[in-house]
């Protein structure tokens, strides 16, 4: 698939990406972004409905892209996004189960469904993040029978980590964009 072609949904982690952070960098290139950065301390629901609501206006096929904590609730909403034409997920450092419990989220949303998403999707993992452990992400993309990317030793892929830009993330997902299908 091209990017022309479809509305590619950032959702965050925890707390919406700063100006220099990859997510953020990424919105400015991507002719159709939609983007899910609620502020730090949202409540889970209210984040699942803004999700929901964006997913809602989209006018192309959709592409989701989400980090941490935004990846567990991107795979939970898939299944109620409606009439969102969703082609693909691209999941960096889904995070543990404790490590949402620790973000406050519910039960029923802390553990990843066992079934694999009803689309494309590839899962990322870093071999030094803390909230999303390179074996469990491992484990978790082996379960749902999708691609799995070690990353390295890359901390939680983010600012602080020195992954501003991303530009090997960029190059991966282009790859990942390019093998959906259009129609």
């Not at 400015?28 to 997913?55: I, K, M, N, Q, Y």
Request: with cysteine.
């Amino acid at each position: 698939m091209r990017i022309a072609k479809c509305d590619i949904l950032l959702m965050s982690g925890h707390f919406p990406p700063g100006p220099g952070h990859w997510m953020a960098r990424w919105h400015g290139r991507f002719p159709h972004a939609l983007d899910v950065w609620p502020a730090g301390g949202v409540p889970v629901e209210a984040r699942l409905r803004a999700l929901r609501e964006t997913a809602e206006v989209a006018t192309r096929p959709l592409v989701c892209i989400a980090q941490g904590s935004g990846a567990a609730l991107v795979v939970h909403a898939l299944p109620r996004l409606g009439g969102a034409d969703v082609r693909g997920v691209f999941l960096v450092g889904p995070p543990t189960p404790e490590a949402l419990e620790k973000q406050g989220f519910p039960a029923e949303l802390r553990t990843y469904p066992e079934d694999a998403p009803a689309c494309p999707a590839m899962v990322i993992g870093s071999r030094n993040d803390p909230e999303a452990p390179l074996a469990r992400v491992r484990q978790l993309g082996e379960s749902w029978g999708v691609d799995v990317l070690d990353a390295g030793e890359a901390g939680a892929i983010d600012e602080a980590s020195g992954h501003g830009p991303w530009p090997d993330g960029l190059m991966v997902f282009a790859r990942f964009l390019g093998g959906l299908p259009e129609t």
